[in-house]
């Protein structure tokens, strides 16, 4: 069974050669002392997978560019290990059924024990990454509400604040065609003539904090909002709210 660790090792080794200079590659190796200031932190879990996940970085790493030029690189990592933290426990629900979330990310002291241990390698240099897990699997949270419902008295169904609409013979007719949707992750209003200058390198700053979550849009409606995760190497979304069925519907009309 895959573990939270797992999931981890899959997401960064993706993140880290997109968001570092250099493409860095990140692979196990037996663990290495750590440089002088070295750093870590901690992600504290809680769900179906609740514990602590410590990562620890090599010390020299703060003397590299690797999170940018004239960037902090302790706050850039600090943001690149919460992001995957937060994108690890995501993997772990596509791929297992369990959820979990980061419920706190924080700095921590550095440890002596490790669950694995990593080198991140660009060039000729190369930078220690420990590991430490003390993390505890549960069953599922449907599966322990399933055990926990056998041989109760049936409960009663709470009212729904809104019934679900009956679809007509024509919108039944709808149901399998397919429509376009798309993420929305910002947006800015532009001068004609900053857009023409724009090229390769500009940063084109949006709307939304990292933060926010994003929009699914078919056609020119919101459907849901959620949070951006991977799986199995490709972008995803993590829904977190739903429009009601009869507003979903209504994303339909703007397409014919």
């Given at each position: 069974m895959m573990t939270y660790l797992d999931?981890?090792?899959?997401?960064?080794?993706?993140?880290?050669?997109?968001?570092?200079?250099?493409?860095?590659?990140?692979?196990?190796?037996?663990?290495?002392?750590?440089?002088?200031?070295a750093f870590a932190f901690a992600a504290?879990?809680?769900?179906?997978?609740?514990?602590?996940?410590?990562?620890?970085?090599?010390?020299?790493?703060q003397e590299s560019t690797l999170v940018g030029e004239g960037v902090d690189q302790k706050a850039g990592w600090e943001e690149l290990l919460r992001e995957t933290a937060e994108a690890a426990a995501g993997e772990l629900l596509a791929r297992t059924g369990k959820n979990c979330r980061v419920e706190k990310f924080e700095e921590t002291e550095c440890g002596s024990s490790?669950?694995?241990?990593?080198?991140?390698?660009?060039?000729?240099?190369?930078?220690?990454?420990?590991?430490?897990?003390?993390?505890?699997?549960?069953?599922?949270?449907?599966?322990?509400?399933?055990?926990?419902?056998?041989?109760?008295?049936?409960?009663?169904?709470?009212?729904?604040?809104?019934?679900?609409?009956?679809?007509?013979?024509?919108?039944?007719?709808?149901?399998d065609v397919e429509l376009e949707?798309?993420?929305?992750?910002?947006?800015?209003?532009?001068?004609?003539?900053?857009?023409?200058?724009?090229?390769?390198?500009?940063?084109?700053?949006?709307?939304?904090h990292v933060a926010d979550p994003v929009d699914l849009i078919v056609g020119d409606k919101i459907v849901a909002r959620g949070e951006v995760v991977l799986v199995n190497g490709n972008f995803g979304l993590r829904v977190t709210e739903v429009a009601a069925p009869r507003k979903r519907l209504e994303s339909i009309r703007c397409l014919f």
């Open positions: 999931c981890w090792v899959e997401v960064s080794t993706a993140l880290f050669s997109q968001a570092l200079a250099g493409e860095p590659e990140l692979v196990e190796s037996l663990p290495k002392p750590l440089q002088a200031g504290t879990l809680r769900g179906d997978c609740a514990g602590r996940f410590t990562i620890t970085v090599d010390g020299d790493v490790t669950s694995r241990a990593f080198q991140l390698r660009t060039g000729e240099r190369s930078w220690t990454i420990l590991v430490k897990e003390e993390i505890k699997d549960r069953a599922p949270q449907a599966a322990r509400d399933a055990t926990a419902e056998q041989g109760a008295p049936p409960a009663t169904a709470a009212p729904q604040t809104e019934p679900v609409p009956v679809l007509s013979q024509g919108v039944e007719l709808l149901l949707a798309s993420l929305r992750f910002g947006a800015r209003e532009m001068p004609l003539g900053e857009i023409l200058d724009l090229g390769p390198g500009d940063v084109v700053q949006l709307d939304r």
